[in-house]
């Protein structure tokens, strides 16, 4: 962002270019085992590196300027950046090598007709030959070995990728009185992403956008102790995404990605008509400040999830063989035209009760509506009043131990207590808009002998006007049902002391905390579960089985048991969830003086809670493992970091004849900064790819897909259910198995962060009298080019984990070094 010093009467402005070649970077750990996998396969230096990496070429250009219009009345600034970025793609994406499909066509036979051939189809045979793992299959003639490697489609031909992005600004400030300032500006931007091409190229999706945003902004001083301050704001955003993805079809722990991406076609228009007023008036000691805010929101959205079709087999052997398939698949409308009004108020005292002692007192009230009811029957909160107090004591003392500890003023201790509330975001609202009669959802489950790889064998979900059967038997997803909303909200609480020594260090340590409460989870109201898994193992259901009723086949036999048998699913969404975080945070920090600046934080703390997003499915606890207990469900955040060392830090070189000369120009001006990042790893959790509690399939198709293994704490480490492990670490329970996962939720760790970012500047002065000035810059992003095995390839287990990704953080594609270099004039 480029600002301008405000009513300046000079012409000021900025050229900046940046450019970035990863011709610079360093490989990142995909990217070298596909070097080396390459060389083995005897291509030379040149033609492996091509291989493994695409060429990448950024560049970065922004001019700004500003200056008056009138002289002391008016003034301008304006900017305009763009982002260009020409590269190749070289995706690579796990899929069978030729010897595996040799393996399988050998024993083609012994599966479903159309299964092998659909694999040949989706999955190309493997170009690449860095070994991926091997898949095991279990067939009643054996167990089938199949080796994976990777596919690169850019080895036969390189694949363009291009993204522009453009931006422009206009300011203009104008006094129209002595007491009256007015303020005007404008942003627009303009985005166009094709997507970088993927491995598996019908994957492709794009992102075009334009943003819009309008400011009037009013000041008014009505006395030297009262002021005004109005602001009106227009915003808008439009944005869709060129696809033409197939319907989604996975195969859970087989490691091949997914084919096609249930939430698409997508698109959306927002509208946002916003006007605040704020008044500040300083009497005696108290500075006190109070306003409004009314905002209008728009939402035009098509959003129809599982329009073209989603299919799960939870293994790659029921795949072959078209058995135990999920289905879900949507129609309907998609368009919701939502329309939000938002109110809050608030008013606050920054009152300096004595010389040493300032107080802060504020109260805040919100109010957000509840568009279409979230098509629940949903009411508005009305009760969100958020207090918030802090207070900061600087004791005083000169003598004594009391002197040396105070620093006569140089201490201060601070503490604060607040309450924030949360939006219900605009998701939950698309996500409730599918229920009938907008939208008929079919959800089966246990599918065998469909062929289901094929949409032309989809069963085929009525439109909702044509629907003729029960409706109170279809699907529905629900927020806050027939009841005021219990808005998210936060409490956020501190206490610590600042104290300063020498002339420019200050040490800091703080207790900080926060306490989430009715944060919004989904959690299925109409549970069910298949018979057979209740029979396995009546006592895991012993608690919830008196609230089931049976159900019952035509020959009387008990097939499955349910809340209510005559309603279909119900996924309700709600404050179920709960979130807490408690840290000390420690800061040492050296003011610039001498050329040196810096600053060194430490976070001691742990963060738990139920759920970490109302989306991203198994990964971040969406739904419960355990529907019928979901506090099992509580854990260490998947965002959780014990520990964090960060450290900031600026060194600017001793002056060379205050830059004057040719001495000067060529030797002042340099300095050196960077960024230092220490953390620990953050956590995971060990799935189940089967449905071992035989939870029926409801609105979500994972909803049985969040549960976790089980833990053999005597097994082989980081080893999974495999034919070839006789003692494994996590177990996959079997479907219908009634039992529960002893694992908890978020057990396991990535590896820690260790980062080391810096930059060299040089300034030289180009026209000194004018305060012209060029500046040069590099940048280097982890400079020691340290691997922070952060993410995790596989975390699931079946019948046949794939050993060699499974847990294994080197399987990843971490990225190392990366350098950027720019150019900027001042003027």
Same mark, same amino acid.
């Given at each position: 962002?480029?600002?301008?010093?405000?009513?300046?009467?000079?012409?000021?402005?900025?050229?900046?270019?940046?450019?970035?070649?990863?011709?610079?970077?360093? &490989?990142?750990?995909?990217?070298?085992?596909?070097?080396?996998?390459?060389?083995?396969?005897?291509?030379?230096?040149?033609?492996?590196?091509?291989?493994?990496?695409?060429?990448?070429?950024?560049?970065?250009?922004?001019?700004?300027?500003?200056?008056?219009?009138?002289?002391?009345?008016?003034?301008?600034?304006?900017?305009?950046?763009?982002?260009?970025?020409?590269?190749?793609?070289?995706?690579?994406?796990?899929?069978?090598?030729?010897?595996?499909?040799?393996?399988?066509?050998?024993?083609?036979?012994?599966?479903?007709?159309?299964?092998?051939?659909?694999?040949?189809?989706?999955?190309?045979?493997?170009?690449?030959?860095?070994?991926?793992?091997?898949?095991?299959?279990?067939?009643?003639?054996?167990?089938?070995?199949?080796?994976?490697?990777?596919?690169?489609?850019?080895?036969?031909?390189?694949?363009?990728?291009?993204?522009?992005?453009?931006?422009?600004?206009?300011?203009?400030?104008?006094?129209?009185?002595?007491?009256?300032?007015?303020?005007?500006?404008?942003?627009?931007?303009?985005?166009?992403?094709?997507?970088?091409?993927? =491995?598996?190229?019908?994957?492709?999706?794009?992102?075009?956008?334009?943003?819009?945003? *309008?400011?009037?902004?009013?000041?008014?001083?009505?006395?030297?102790?009262?002021?005004?301050?109005?602001?009106?704001?227009?915003?808008?955003?439009?944005?869709?995404?060129?696809?033409?993805?197939?319907?989604?079809?996975?195969?859970?722990?087989?490691?091949?990605?997914?084919?096609?991406?249930?939430?698409?076609?997508?698109?959306?228009?927002?509208?946002?008509?916003?006007?605040?007023?704020?008044?500040? !008036?300083?009497?005696?000691?108290?500075?006190?400040?109070?306003?409004?805010?009314?905002?209008?929101?728009?939402?035009?959205?098509?959003?129809?999830?599982?329009?073209?079709?989603?299919?799960?087999?939870?293994?790659?052997?029921?795949? &072959?063989?078209?058995?135990?398939?999920?289905?879900?698949?949507?129609?309907?409308?998609?368009?919701?035209?939502?329309?939000?009004?938002?109110?809050?108020?608030?008013?606050?005292?920054?009152?300096?009760?004595?010389?040493?002692?300032?107080?802060?007192?504020?109260?805040?009230?919100?109010?957000?509506?509840?568009?279409?009811?979230?098509?629940?029957?949903?009411?508005?909160?009305?009760?969100? !009043?958020?207090?918030?107090?802090?207070?900061?004591?600087?004791?005083?003392?000169?003598?004594?131990?009391?002197?040396?500890?105070?620093?006569?003023?140089?201490?201060?201790?601070?503490?604060?207590?607040?309450?924030?509330?949360?939006?219900?975001?605009?998701?939950?609202?698309?996500?409730?808009?599918?229920?009938?009669?907008?939208?008929?959802?079919?959800?089966?489950?246990?599918?065998?002998?469909?062929?289901?790889?094929?949409?032309?064998?989809?069963?085929?979900?009525?439109?909702?006007?044509?629907?003729?059967?029960?409706?109170?038997?279809?699907?529905?997803? &629900?927020?806050?049902?027939?009841?005021?909303?219990?808005?998210?909200?936060?409490?956020?609480?501190?206490?610590?002391?600042?104290?300063?020594?020498?002339?420019?260090?200050?040490?800091?340590?703080?207790?900080?905390?926060?306490?989430?409460?009715?944060?919004?989870?989904?959690?299925?109201?109409?549970?069910?579960?298949?018979?057979?898994?209740?029979?396995?193992?009546?006592?895991?259901?012993?608690?919830?089985?008196?609230?089931?009723?049976?159900?019952?086949?035509?020959?009387?036999?008990?097939?499955?048991?349910?809340?209510?048998?005559?309603?279909?699913?119900? &996924?309700?969404?709600?404050?179920?969830?709960?979130?807490?975080?408690?840290?000390?945070?420690?800061?040492?920090?050296?003011?610039?003086?001498?050329?040196?600046?810096?600053?060194?934080?430490?976070?001691?703390?742990?963060?738990?809670?139920?759920?970490?997003?109302?989306?991203?499915?198994?990964?971040?606890?969406?739904?419960?493992?355990?529907?019928?207990?979901?506090?099992?469900?509580?854990?260490?955040? =998947?965002?959780?970091?014990?520990?964090?060392?960060?450290?900031?830090?600026?060194?600017?070189?001793?002056?060379?004849?205050?830059?004057?000369?040719?001495?000067?120009?060529?030797?002042?001006?340099?300095?050196?900064?960077?960024?230092?990042?220490?953390?620990?790893?953050?956590?995971?959790?060990?799935?189940?790819?089967?449905?071992?509690?035989?939870?029926?399939?409801?609105?979500?198709?994972?909803?049985?897909?969040?549960?976790?293994?089980?833990?053999?704490?005597?097994?082989?480490?980081?080893?999974?259910?495999?034919?070839?492990?006789?003692?494994?670490?996590?177990?996959?329970?079997?479907?219908?198995?009634?039992?529960?996962?002893?694992?908890?939720?978020?057990?396991?760790?990535?590896?820690?962060?260790?980062?080391?970012?810096?930059?060299?500047?040089?300034?030289?002065?180009?026209?000194?009298?004018?305060?012209?000035?060029?500046?040069?810059? !590099?940048?280097?992003?982890?400079?020691?080019?340290?691997?922070?095995?952060?993410?995790?390839?596989?975390?699931?287990?079946?019948?046949?984990?794939?050993?060699?990704?499974?847990?294994?953080?080197?399987?990843?594609?971490?990225? *190392?070094?990366?350098?950027?270099?720019?150019?900027?004039?001042?003027?």
């Amino acid at each position: 962002m480029q600002t301008t010093k405000s009513g300046t009467n000079e012409y000021h402005g900025a050229v900046r270019w940046t450019w970035l070649g990863n011709g610079w970077d360093a &490989l990142s750990t995909a990217q070298q085992r596909t070097f080396k996998a390459q060389k083995d396969a005897g291509k030379d230096d040149y033609a492996a590196l091509r291989a493994a990496r695409a060429v990448t070429v950024r560049n970065q250009a922004l001019f700004s300027g500003g200056g008056p219009i009138k002289k002391d009345h008016t003034f301008f600034f304006t900017s305009y950046d763009f982002d260009r970025r020409r590269s190749t793609a070289s995706p690579i994406a796990v899929t069978i090598s030729p010897q595996g499909y040799q393996v399988l066509d050998a024993n083609a036979s012994l599966f479903a007709p159309g299964a092998v051939d659909f694999l040949k189809k989706m999955y190309p045979a493997a170009n690449d030959p860095t070994s991926r793992g091997t898949l095991n299959v279990s067939t009643p003639a054996g167990t089938l070995a199949i080796p994976l490697q990777q596919y690169n489609p850019s080895l036969q031909s390189p694949l363009p990728y291009a993204r522009n992005f453009h931006r422009g600004l206009m300011r203009v400030d104008t006094k129209l009185t002595s007491k009256d300032n007015l303020a005007i500006r404008y942003v627009i931007d303009d985005d166009f992403d094709p997507g970088s091409p993927p =491995a598996l190229l019908y994957n492709r999706v794009g992102q075009a956008g334009r943003n819009q945003n *309008g400011t009037i902004n009013h000041v008014h001083v009505v006395s030297p102790t009262l002021l005004s301050e109005a602001r009106a704001v227009y915003g808008r955003r439009s944005f869709h995404f060129p696809e033409n993805l197939p319907p989604q079809l996975s195969i859970t722990g087989s490691t091949l990605p997914t084919i096609g991406n249930q939430n698409y076609p997508q698109f959306r228009t927002d509208n946002l008509y916003e006007f605040n007023n704020a008044w500040t !008036w300083t009497r005696s000691r108290h500075t006190m400040r109070w306003g409004a805010n009314v905002l209008r929101y728009q939402l035009n959205s098509f959003f129809a999830p599982s329009t073209m079709g989603v299919v799960t087999y939870p293994s790659m052997a029921d795949f &072959l063989f078209d058995r135990n398939a999920d289905f879900t698949q949507y129609a309907g409308t998609g368009l919701t035209p939502a329309r939000t009004t938002e109110f809050a108020g608030f008013l606050g005292d920054d009152w300096r009760a004595t010389s040493t002692l300032t107080l802060n007192l504020g109260i805040r009230y919100e109010y957000t509506g509840a568009p279409f009811g979230y098509f629940s029957n949903a009411k508005a909160d009305i009760n969100n !009043w958020a207090p918030r107090f802090g207070f900061a004591w600087s004791p005083r003392g000169t003598d004594g131990l009391w002197g040396k500890i105070t620093g006569n003023g140089k201490l201060a201790i601070r503490g604060g207590y607040a309450i924030s509330y949360d939006q219900v975001f605009q998701n939950i609202l698309l996500n409730n808009s599918r229920n009938y009669p907008r939208g008929v959802t079919v959800t089966l489950s246990g599918l065998t002998g469909m062929k289901l790889w094929d949409a032309k064998n989809f069963p085929t979900p009525p439109k909702p006007e044509d629907y003729k059967g029960d409706p109170l038997q279809l699907p529905v997803r &629900l927020f806050s049902p027939n009841k005021r909303i219990s808005q998210p909200y936060g409490q956020q609480f501190s206490l610590g002391f600042e104290r300063q020594f020498r002339e420019d260090y200050a040490f800091r340590m703080f207790y900080v905390g926060t306490r989430g409460v009715k944060l919004v989870r989904e959690v299925e109201q109409n549970i069910g579960f298949q018979a057979a898994a209740v029979n396995a193992n009546p006592g895991a259901y012993a608690s919830i089985l008196p609230s089931l009723k049976p159900i019952t086949n035509a020959a009387g036999a008990v097939t499955s048991y349910k809340r209510d048998p005559t309603r279909g699913s119900i &996924l309700v969404g709600d404050g179920y969830a709960q979130s807490v975080y408690h840290s000390l945070q420690v800061t040492v920090e050296k003011r610039f003086r001498q050329g040196l600046q810096f600053q060194a934080n430490y976070t001691w703390s742990a963060f738990i809670n139920d759920s970490d997003d109302i989306l991203g499915g198994q990964a971040n606890r969406t739904l419960p493992a355990y529907p019928f207990n979901i506090k099992l469900d509580r854990g260490r955040s =998947a965002f959780d970091q014990p520990h964090r060392f960060v450290a900031n830090y600026i060194y600017q070189f001793p002056r060379v004849r205050d830059g004057r000369g040719l001495v000067g120009r060529l030797a002042d001006g340099y300095a050196i900064a960077g960024v230092t990042t220490i953390n620990k790893g953050t956590p995971y959790t060990i799935l189940n790819s089967f449905n071992a509690l035989g939870i029926l399939t409801g609105q979500i198709s994972t909803i049985h897909l969040s549960q976790r293994a089980s833990y053999n704490p005597s097994g082989e480490p980081k080893t999974g259910t495999n034919p070839t492990i006789t003692n494994p670490r996590f177990i996959a329970n079997p479907t219908n198995s009634g039992i529960i996962g002893n694992l908890g939720a978020n057990t396991e760790r990535v590896g820690r962060t260790v980062n080391f970012d810096f930059a060299l500047t040089k300034d030289t002065k180009t026209w000194a009298e004018r305060n012209h000035s060029l500046q040069l810059r !590099w940048e280097v992003f982890n400079a020691f080019n340290h691997r922070n095995f952060n993410q995790v390839p596989s975390n699931t287990v079946s019948s046949s984990t794939v050993l060699s990704t499974f847990m294994n953080l080197g399987f990843t594609d971490v990225g *190392g070094r990366g350098m950027i270099f720019g150019a900027r004039y001042i003027f």
